[in-house]
């Protein structure tokens, strides 16, 4: 089991798309029947236990404070000659879930009388609306990573075959999981996972386990996919779409994970020799793979991590952190704790492997596990192999400012 943040993981692919989890799963209702003296008891197992024979991942210390520093918004590089239309429609798609906070509600009103398309509205909406703010890093930089990330279309099929013989599967009925948040709110954010053996909370099965049989997974099978490699890195997007035989889309997401930490194949098979560093992208090791059958599963099982999906709704986009569909070129994931969900951020970087400017401002709707500082983003291609490529290319350089209802205090992280 693992004491962990729930979210995306870290890799040289960086990313999957977080899924909401306001909604009762199986597994929530589950855990009503474990009593907070059980509870308490298993987290001080694995708090006192540490990091030591139980799979843990300690919760981090507190971060240490960024720096918001108001800028004019006119000011912002690029502002003046950038398209803000398309940036106001992937803000009004997050503001179903904005409208409970106080700062949001107003702007979300205001945003959905505007005309949709219509550049010079969009334009003054953001301008009267929203303050602008760069964010220093609590080091003190304005800079940071910004990587990329997609949702894979993978073949697949609704039955068991020799063409499609990997399972894609739902939540198992065994897995627990419990916020921790409920006994030391202290502890917000993060999880136990495991399942229980008699009376026992034991870690769950790993990757190893779960690939070659030998545990008896008492979970749904939603598909079954043709490729081993193109499964797991829907698995490390977290999110995607499953081309059926008869060429019809099936859209799955995240539900939850095994409760180990992500492991990257990439960083493993550059640290062997296999590959240099600039090879280790997301084609550079898909293409090690084909040339590696007999080695291929030795080293997607480094990666202990495994992900559940479930069902989405066919329209519409992918879901993010926020519960809102993320829009292709509009959406970014951040680290909330200190760039609220559902928040403008203008964007300053460049294109992948180009020195091409890329100014836009984006909508916060998305998290993950690798997504970790201050000025750090993940910004979403879009879905298909095209999208896949940009953003396995995408390892920039940029700067960000979070554009917030003006006249409102900046929330706290």
């Not at 991942?57 to 950038?82: F, K, M, N, Q």
């Not at 009925?173 to 136990?192: C, K, N």
């Not at 569909?325 to 559902?342: E, F, K, M, N």
Request: with cysteine; aromatic share 8%; glycine share 10%.
């Amino acid at each position: 089991m693992e004491l962990s943040s729930r979210g995306r993981f870290f890799g040289q692919v960086h990313h999957t798309i977080s899924s909401p989890s306001a909604s009762a799963t199986p597994i929530s209702r589950k855990m009503t029947h474990i009593g907070p003296r059980t509870l308490l008891a298993l987290i001080s197992i694995v708090v006192v236990a540490g990091c030591g024979q139980i799979v843990c991942r300690c919760p981090p210390g507190p971060p240490g404070p960024a720096r918001y520093v108001e800028t004019p918004i006119d000011a912002l590089p690029g502002w003046r000659s950038a398209s803000l239309a398309p940036s106001l429609a992937a803000f009004v798609a997050g503001c179903p879930r904005l409208q409970a906070t106080a700062a949001m509600a107003q702007v979300c009103a205001a945003a959905g009388a505007v005309a949709q398309g219509d550049e010079r509205a969009a334009r003054a909406f953001f301008e009267s609306s929203f303050s602008a703010y760069a964010i220093v890093s609590p080091e003190g930089s304005d800079a940071g990573l910004i990587t990329g990330y997609y949702e894979p279309i993978i073949a697949g099929s609704r039955s068991h075959s020799a063409a499609y013989p990997y399972p894609i599967y739902g939540v198992p009925d065994d897995l627990v999981d419990v916020e921790l948040a409920s006994v030391y709110p202290e502890l917000h954010g993060m999880r136990l996972r495991g399942r229980l053996t008699g009376r026992k909370l034991v870690p769950y099965y790993t990757r190893a386990q779960i690939d070659a049989g030998n545990a008896d997974i008492p979970a749904p099978v939603i598909a079954w996919a043709a490729d081993p490699v193109e499964l797991f890195f829907l698995q490390i997007q977290g999110s995607g779409q499953v081309r059926l035989d008869d060429e019809t889309l099936l859209r799955i997401g995240y539900a939850n994970q095994n409760g180990y930490p992500y492991s990257s194949i990439g960083r493993y098979l550059v640290a062997n020799g296999a590959l240099t560093i600039d090879q280790a992208s997301m084609q550079g090791i898909k293409d090690w793979a084909a040339a590696h059958p007999q080695e291929l599963q030795q080293t997607l099982e480094r990666n202990a991590s495994y992900v559940f999906f479930r069902e989405l709704p066919a329209e519409g986009g992918p879901i993010g952190a926020l519960g809102a569909p993320l829009s292709a070129g509009y959406s970014i994931a951040v680290d909330r704790r200190y760039v609220p969900l559902g928040a403008p951020v203008y964007l300053a970087t460049t294109f992948p492997l180009s020195s091409d400017i890329l100014e836009r401002l984006t909508v916060a709707q998305d998290t993950g596990g690798a997504i970790r500082g201050a000025v750090r983003a993940d910004f979403f291609w879009g879905s298909g192999s095209e999208a896949g490529a940009l953003a396995g290319r995408m390892r920039q350089q940029g700067r960000m400012w979070v554009l917030w209802p003006r006249g409102e205090p900046l929330p706290r992280p």
